[in-house]
């Protein structure tokens, strides 16, 4: 599968001088890797934004620098907190003949039955899996299919997530991944009834009472 090629600059402008090319309409960004030295780089901001939209920790890019060409990971964006904007891009380099540990984002799939039948209530264990491949065989996702959990408490276990080729999953085989949960159960609301408050007993001694008590 041909790789979606990003094109690059070196950058010398660092500092405050950074915001004068966000302002030109580039991007800044930074190649580093274990074979190759830390090196700021710039990119056209609309073109990156367009091919960077979508990708995850695991999308593999080959990155063109002056000629030169590197597979890549993308390892950080950040945003304008206010505008969504690219601010700054991290890649890494990788080699094609050396194995990386990486985490690919888990997507599910299907309606399960528990849900449909039971209201039961889906509830994600985990959102990615750590997983041991040549960056050329690395999925930008996988893919876990819920369609077969039929009952309340059924649930998916790493050791039931389905890789495909040479990648390895790394992560304890009994870790849950997804497990369906009964509805919370509605709060009920008793009305409590007050008893309406006794009045009290009031006893009064009448004028002829008081009198005999007085004489004795």
């Given at each position: ?10 950058r010398?402008a ?15 960004a930074v190649?580093?890797?274990?074979h ?20 995850t ?8 620098l ?9 390892r950080e964006?950040?945003?304008?907190f ?8 991290d ?26 039948d ?20 690395l999925?930008?996702k ?28 790394l ?9 369906i949960t ?29 009198e005999e008590e007085?004489?004795e």
């Open positions: 599968m041909e790789r979606t090629v990003i094109e690059a600059t070196r010398t660092i500092g405050k001088k950074v915001e004068a090319l966000r302002r030109a309409g580039k991007l800044p190649l580093y890797g274990t190759i030295q830390a090196t700021p780089i710039t990119l056209e901001l609309r073109e990156s934004s367009r091919i960077l939209a979508s990708t920790s695991s999308s593999l890019f080959n990155l063109n002056d000629g030169v060409v590197h597979a890549v990971l993308v964006k950040q945003r304008d206010i505008t969504g904007i690219l601010q700054h891009v890649f890494q380099t990788v080699s094609l003949t050396e194995k990386i540990r990486t985490s690919v984002r888990i997507v599910f799939t299907g309606l399960a039955p528990a849900v449909k039971f209201n039961g209530v889906v509830v994600n264990g985990a959102g990615e899996v750590e997983v041991e491949c040549f960056p050329q065989d999925p930008e996988i893919l876990v299919d819920i369609s077969n959990l039929n009952k309340i408490g059924d649930g998916i276990y790493m050791r039931d997530v389905k890789v495909e080729g040479n990648v390895v999953i992560q304890n085989p009994d870790e849950m991944v997804v497990i009964a509805p919370a159960a509605e709060e009920v609301v008793e009305e409590v009834v007050v008893p309406a408050a006794e009045e009290p007993e009031i006893i009064e001694k009448g004028k002829k009472e008081e007085a004489e």
